[in-house]
């Protein structure tokens, strides 16, 4: 089993920046794919970020591309998300996702092709 914990989300101003961060602990060796996702009230939950560990692979939704950038270390066994120029409709609650199965570019951007979550974490973007 694998546990995610994200932390780092908060209250922040239009344009301004946060770190998530997802820790994860538990059988990590075995995790390849791992994303990002957020959910807003009344909405379904969208990919916003992907990445597989060890190599230089990242995929963003187009919403986000440009403003967010995804990373790992390995060492901390650590995700990142960080996210620049926030806009108000970026506020939702943020989840890590991680599976232990190599996925392709368009499975990583669905959530069913992740086993394991975080509990979520909230960001809210003031206009």
């Known amino acids: 089993q694998v546990q995610l914990e994200e932390s780092g989300g908060g209250l922040v101003q239009t344009g301004g920046s946060l770190r998530l961060s997802c820790a994860a602990s538990g059988r990590t060796f075995g995790i390849i794919t791992a994303g990002w996702f957020r959910q807003s009230p009344g909405k379904e939950r969208e990919f916003v970020a992907g990445?597989?560990?060890?190599?230089?692979?990242?995929y963003y939704s187009d919403s986000v591309k440009g403003r967010f950038t995804i990373s790992g270390d390995s060492a901390k066994n650590t995700l990142y998300l960080q996210m620049n120029s926030l806009k108000p409709e970026d506020t939702a609650v943020y989840f890590c996702?991680?599976?232990?199965?190599?996925?392709?570019?368009?499975?990583?951007?669905?959530?069913?092709?992740?086993?394991?979550w975080g509990q979520g974490t909230q960001v809210t973007v003031s206009s």
């Open positions: 996702a991680a599976s232990s199965v190599l996925r392709g570019l368009s499975q990583s951007r669905s959530s069913r092709s992740y086993e394991y």
């Open positions: 990445f597989t560990w060890g190599t230089t692979s990242t």
